[in-house]
């Protein structure tokens, strides 16, 4: 068991670049899941997938956010024509049953 | 709507003292679970212990357990023996369902602090 791993760790852009975020969740896990978390706060559903469903979508996530899990398997998280308030980490968990288990997270700087 | 308050920004404790970090949720739901996190510095969130609602008993988790009170919406983390190690940032978090997702909501977060 690998764990959730999330690529890039890092990642440094401009505003208005477009940025993409893979995770890769526990195998066998069905469920996914994206959160932002800011400096000193909790972290904030974002949205879900079921397998390869997109089931739940928060109202953070704007119009310039998608995300996708083709074939139920990794997920990525674009954010288009990125803004200065979208620095945050962007953490990525998974589960089989009642316990998400999260990845290292991508901490996003945009300057 | 759900809710989870962590009233205790930082604590500290010396080492292999006790420590008691504090949280409270609302919600209107019978059936959900509650969990406690643990995020050190710069390292990934790590689930330490969780509590089903439908529970009396109390969960633990070797130094680790919970005083839950379900009428009052309590959910408190009591760390025992504590350790150089447990420094770190907690959440509470409270798992709810809706449209078929689990979402957890997260508290704001306790720093806690280990003196030697």
């Known amino acids: 068991d690998t764990g959730v791993s999330q690529d890039p760790r890092h990642k440094i852009t401009k505003r208005g670049q477009n940025v993409t975020f893979r995770c890769d969740p526990i195998s066998e896990h069905n469920r996914l899941y994206w959160y932002r978390q800011t400096l000193g706060q909790g972290p904030e559903f974002l949205t879900y997938f079921q397998n390869e469903a997109q089931l739940e979508k928060s109202r953070l996530l704007s119009d310039r956010f998608s995300a996708e899990r083709p074939k139920g398997s990794f997920s990525t998280l674009e954010i288009q024509r990125t803004e200065q308030g979208d620095s945050a980490m962007y953490l990525c968990?998974?589960?089989?049953?009642?316990?998400?288990?999260f990845g290292p997270g991508t901490r996003l700087t945009v300057t | 709507a759900q809710t989870v308050t962590q009233s205790q920004p930082e604590m500290s404790v010396q080492e292999a003292e006790t420590v008691t970090l504090s949280c409270t949720y609302d919600?209107?739901?019978?059936?959900?679970?509650l969990f406690w996190y643990k995020q050190p510095p710069s390292r990934q969130m790590i689930l330490v212990i969780r509590q089903e609602a439908y529970k009396q008993q109390n969960a633990t988790e070797n130094r680790f357990s919970v005083n839950f009170q379900k009428a009052a919406k309590s959910f408190s983390l009591k760390i025992s023996d504590s350790q150089l190690g447990d420094a770190a940032m907690y959440f509470c978090a409270y798992r709810y369902i809706i449209q078929g997702a689990q979402k957890l909501v997260f508290g704001q977060g306790t720093r806690l602090t280990i003196n030697p």
């Open positions: 968990a998974s589960s089989l049953f009642s316990e998400q288990y």
């Open positions: 919600t209107s739901e019978s059936d959900y679970y």
